[in-house]
C-alpha cells in the first residue's frame, strides 16, 4: 500500500528578499558551505496556497484540471519548456482517470539531466481521518501534494532568476497525477501494491521524451508539514544510496541537519519505485517520518481533512528547499 511502512522484518507577483549565496572556491569547499540562491519559504508557501484555493484537486474534478493548467502556466512562466502528458489510467475500482503528468523542463538542451518529481493530485477520501464521518471527503492536501510541487516552482523561479549564478545542469520537474487514488482503507478491495503513483507508473514506462535520461532523482513527498522531520527512507538506500548521502550531507552543509536526521525510516511504496524500478533513475524519497506519532508515521492530518494550510510551516518548506537548491549547486 502506498505510504505504507513496511520495516525490516518485513500569475502573481511575490517580492522576497531572497539574495544568494556565494559557492565556495572549489567543489570540496561548496560541498560544506551554503551555496546557490536562497530559497525564499514565503514564496513557496504562496505556492501551496495558491493550489489549495482551487478546492481538492482530486481525478476528474474541475478543481484538479484548473490547477494543472494554472501549474502548467507557472512553469512556462518562468521560461521552462513544459510538456503536459495525458492519459486515460484504470483506478482500483476501474474508475477511467483523465490523468496529466506535467513536466517542466530547465535547460532541456543539455544531457546532463536532473530529476525532480512530486505529485499534484488530492486523495479522494480522508481514510484515516479520526472520524469516520470523514471518510468519504476529498482531502485538500496542502502538505501531501501541494507542498511539493511548490518547492519545486520556487526552485523553478530561482533557477529562472539566476542567469548570473546558474548550473550547468538541464532540470526537469515532473509533477506525476493520479498518485492518490489508492485503495482506501474501508474499501474490501485487494491492494497488490499497485493501485497508487499511477501516473509515476506511466511516465516511467512512457518517459516523456525517447531514451530519458537523469543522473539521479529526488521526490518531493508532504515536505512542508508542521513539526516534520525527514529520515533516510529504505527504498531509496536500496536503490540509491549515494544519493541519499549526497542530499543528508547537503542538508547538512545548508544549516539544516536537524531536519534531516541521519536515522532510518520506513521502506515507502511511493511514486520513486517505478522510477528506480522502471525507468532505471536512481531516485529517493524525502518524506517526513513520525515514529511516535499514532495517528499515521506519516504524521497527524495524512489523509485526514485537516491537511490544510494551517498545518504547513514555513520553515519547513525552507529546509527542504534549501537543501535541493544545495543539491543542484554543489553538482559537477
Known amino acids: 500500500m502506498r505510504k505504507t511502512l513496511l520495516f525490516l522484518s518485513v500569475s502573481l507577483l511575490f517580492v522576497c528578499a531572497c539574495g544568494n549565496r556565494k559557492s565556495g572556491s572549489s567543489a570540496m569547499e561548496a560541498s560544506k558551505q551554503p551555496v546557490g540562491p536562497a530559497f525564499c519559504a514565503d514564496s513557496a508557501y504562496l505556492f501551496c496556497e495558491m493550489q489549495c484555493n482551487f478546492g481538492p484537486r482530486t481525478m476528474n474534478s474541475e478543481a484538479h484540471d484548473s490547477c494543472g493548467r494554472w501549474i502548467a502556466a507557472k512553469f512556462r512562466s518562468y521560461g521552462m519548456q513544459v510538456i503536459e502528458q495525458k492519459a486515460t489510467l484504470n483506478g482500483y475500482d476501474g474508475t477511467a482517470l483523465r490523468s ?173 519505485v517505478p522510477v528506480n524500478q522502471t525507468a532505471r533513475i536512481p531516485t529517493i524519497d524525502i518524506i517526513p517520518y513520525f515514529p511516535n506519532c499514532e495517528a499515521s508515521s506519516f504524521g497527524p492530518t495524512w489523509h485526514t481533512v485537516s491537511d490544510d494550510m494551517q498545518h504547513i510551516d514555513k520553515a519547513v518548506l525552507k529546509a527542504v528547499g534549501q537543501t535541493v537548491v544545495q543539491v543542484l549547486y554543489t553538482e559537477k
Open 100 to 272: 496529466t503528468n506535467i513536466i517542466a523542463s530547465y535547460k532541456p538542451e543539455l544531457t546532463t539531466r536532473i530529476l525532480l518529481c512530486a505529485h499534484w493530485d488530492s486523495r479522494p477520501w480522508a481514510d484515516n481521518d479520526a472520524d469516520s464521518a470523514n471518510w468519504q471527503k476529498p482531502v485538500l492536501a496542502a502538505n501531501d501534494g501541494a507542498s511539493g510541487v511548490a518547492v519545486m516552482l520556487e526552485i523553478a523561479r530561482l533557477l529562472a532568476a539566476s542567469d548570473s549564478n546558474s548550473i550547468d545542469l538541464g532540470v526537469d520537474f515532473v509533477c506525476f497525477d493520479a498518485e492518490d487514488w489508492g485503495v482506501p482503507q474501508w474499501s474490501n478491495h485487494p491492494e497488490n501494491g499497485n493501485s497508487w503513483a499511477l501516473g509515476a507508473q506511466y511516465w516511467a514506462a512512457n518517459p516523456h521524451k525517447d531514451n530519458y535520461e537523469a543522473r539521479f532523482g529526488i521526490l518531493l513527498d508532504m515536505v512542508g508539514g508542521s513539526d516534520s522531520k525527514f529520515y533516510r527512507e529504505g527504498v531509496s538506500k536500496e536503490y540509491a544510496p549515494a544519493i541519499v548521502n549526497k542530499v543528508w550531507n547537503a542538508a547538512e552543509a545548508a544549516g539544516y541537519a536537524s531536519y534531516f536526521p541521519k536515522s532510518d525510516g520506513g521502506f515507502i511504496n511511493d511514486d520513486h
